[in-house]
T-cell receptor, first 115, second 116 residues
Framework: GAGVSQSPSNKVTEKGKDVELRCDPI?????LYWYRQRLGQGLEFLIY????????KSGLPSDRFSAERTGGSVSTLTIQRTQQEDSAVYLC?????????????FGPGTRLLVL | AQSVAQPEDQVNVAEGNPLTVKCTYS??????LFWYVQYPNRGLQFLLK??????LVKGSYGFEAEFNKSQTSFHLKKPSALVSDSALYFC??????????????FGQGTTLQVKP
């Protein structure tokens, strides 16, 4: 079956511009996660959605970052007034439920470069 | 606070030799432990996980990992390395009590280089 998909695969933008990154989770998965991977580093948790519950936004680095999930499926991560330190790969993952034992399945990521 | 340590930035091994990629963790409760692999310009692929039961977990591509509670370790192993195993490997942990937060805590990653 289809895995997690993300678009665009690459995004180059100028400092100060807004960007939107999209994630399509695996069909039927109720939990969706966003992570950030800076060059040469591990993954940092950004935000987590589970069904209709309020999202866990504890990992968002600043108020320039926001995310939404419409209809319990597709999610969009928005970065306003981008800065050079926002350059990273943004990875989306989904899992069947939010159970702690569940495997998270990752998309290919969006590589963001802020000039 | 939860944390994961992968003490080696890079592991070099000759093809056909056994490999070990080390991981230690710190959680307040009992852990769920995961290994993922990342090939260049690709997302993370799930390899294996420890939930409960047998401490030796077998996963994809011939990899296995052993959960050691006393040493708080979850080292990834393979009896005979292949050149195609060369990639970036991540260990991750989730506290069993963290079902409401969902996040995985990742190590910094270990680059595995298998030479012919």
């Amino acid at each position: 079956g289809a895995g997690v998909s993300q678009s665009p695969s690459n995004k180059v933008t100028e400092k100060g511009k807004d960007v939107e990154l999209r994630c399509d989770p695996i069909s039927g998965h109720t939990a969706l996660y966003w992570y950030r991977q800076r060059l040469g580093q591990g993954l940092e948790f950004l935000i987590y959605f589970q069904g209709n519950s309020a999202p866990d936004k504890s990992g968002l680095p600043s108020d320039r970052f926001s995310a939404e999930r419409t209809g319990g499926s597709v999610s969009t991560l928005t970065i306003q007034r981008t800065q050079q330190e926002d350059s990273a790969v943004y990875l989306c993952a989904s899992s069947p439920t939010s159970g702690a034992q569940e495997t998270q399945y990752f998309g290919p990521g969006t590589r963001l470069l802020v000039l | 606070a939860q944390s994961v340590a992968q003490p080696e930035d890079q592991v070099n091994v000759a093809e056909g030799n056994p490999l070990t990629v080390k991981c230690t963790y710190s959680v307040s409760g009992n852990p769920y432990l995961f290994w993922y692999v990342q090939y260049p310009n690709r997302g993370l692929q799930f390899l294996l996980k420890y939930i409960t039961g047998d401490n030796l977990v077998k996963g994809s591509y011939g990899f296995e990992a052993e959960f050691n509670k006393s040493q708080t370790s979850f080292h990834l192993k393979k009896p005979s390395a292949l050149v195609s195993d060369s990639a970036l490997y991540f260990c991750a942990v989730r506290d069993r009590g963290s079902g409401n937060t969902g996040k995985l805590i990742f190590g910094q990653g270990t680059t595995l280089q298998v030479k012919p």
